[in-house]
C-alpha cells in the first residue's frame, strides 16, 4: 500500500497569512506515460463529507477559490492557501490513486489564530 | 448535477451484515466514464477506500485487501444505484460510511454523498 503521511496534524495561522501543507507518499505517485502525479487534496469541513480541491497535484476543481493552490511532484507535495479566510477553517486531506488500494493521509486541521 | 443519496440502517449488530444503498442522479452507474466507490472514516482508522466498480464493456471491481473476504459491492443499473454489504461487522466497523464518484478525465472523488453513520453494537 502507498502510506500518505502529511505535515503538520494541526496549523494556526491569521487570517490574511499563507497557510502551507505538505504530503509524502511512500512511492512515486507519477505516471510516467501521461507525466500525471495521481494525488489529489481535500477539504473537510465539520459535519460534511471532503470536498475535492485540487486533482493531478495542481489542477483546481471547478468553483474552488484560486486561493487554493497545489504543487509538487512524484513524492513530494503541497497544498497553498495563500491568503486565510474564516472559511478556510476545515481539515485537509490528500489522497493518492495511483494504484488500489487508494489511500489518504492522516489530515491537517487549519484554525484561525 | 450528479448527487448521490445514500439510505441504510444506522445500527448493526456484531456478527451481521452492514448495507448500504447509494442512489445516484444525474449520471449513471453503468457509464463508461465514471467510477463508483465506496469510503468509510473514524476517527482511528481516518478516512479508508473500501472499493469500487465500474463499467468499461464489462464490470469491474476492486475491494481493499483487509476487507476483501468480507466485503461486496454491487451495481444495480434497473434501480440506478449501487450497493455496500459487508459481512461479519465487529465495533471496528463502526464509521462514517460514503459513497463517492470519480468521473473520467479527473481521478479524484469529485461528488460525495452525505454520509451515513453506522454504529455496531449489541
Known amino acids: 500500500d502507498i502510506v500518505m503521511t502529511q505535515s503538520p496534524d494541526s496549523l494556526t495561522v491569521s487570517l490574511g497569512e499563507r497557510a502551507t501543507i505538505t504530503c509524502k507518499s511512500s512511492q512515486s505517485v507519477l505516471y510516467s506515460s501521461n507525466n500525471k502525479n495521481y494525488l489529489a487534496w481535500y477539504q473537510q469541513k465539520r459535519g460534511q463529507p471532503p470536498k475535492l480541491l485540487i486533482y493531478w497535484a495542481s489542477t483546481r476543481e471547478s468553483g474552488v477559490p484560486d486561493r487554493f493552490s497545489g504543487s509538487g511532484s512524484g513524492t513530494d507535495f503541497t497544498l497553498t492557501i495563500s491568503s486565510l479566510q474564516a472559511e478556510d477553517v476545515a481539515v485537509y486531506y490528500c489522497q493518492q490513486y495511483y494504484s488500489p488500494p487508494l489511500t489518504f493521509g492522516g489530515g491537517t486541521k487549519v484554525e484561525i489564530k | 448535477q450528479v448527487q448521490l443519496q445514500q439510505s441504510g440502517p444506522r445500527l448493526v449488530k456484531p456478527s451481521q451484515t452492514l448495507s448500504l444503498t447509494c442512489a445516484i442522479s444525474g449520471d449513471s452507474v453503468s457509464s463508461n466514464s465514471a467510477i463508483w466507490n465506496w469510503i468509510r472514516q473514524s476517527p482511528s482508522r481516518g478516512l479508508e477506500w473500501l472499493g469500487r466498480?465500474?463499467?468499461?464493456?464489462?464490470?469491474?471491481?476492486d475491494y481493499a485487501p483487509s476487507l476483501d473476504s468480507r466485503i461486496s459491492i454491487n451495481p444495480d443499473t434497473s434501480k440506478n444505484q449501487l450497493s455496500l454489504q459487508l459481512n461479519s461487522v465487529t465495533p471496528e466497523d463502526t464509521a462514517v460510511y460514503y459513497c463517492?464518484?470519480?468521473?473520467?478525465?479527473?481521478?479524484?472523488?469529485?461528488?460525495w454523498g452525505q454520509g451515513t453513520m453506522v454504529t455496531v453494537s449489541s
Open positions: 466498480t465500474y463499467y468499461k464493456s464489462k464490470w469491474f471491481l
Open positions: 463517492a464518484r470519480v468521473a473520467a478525465g479527473v481521478g479524484a472523488f469529485g461528488v
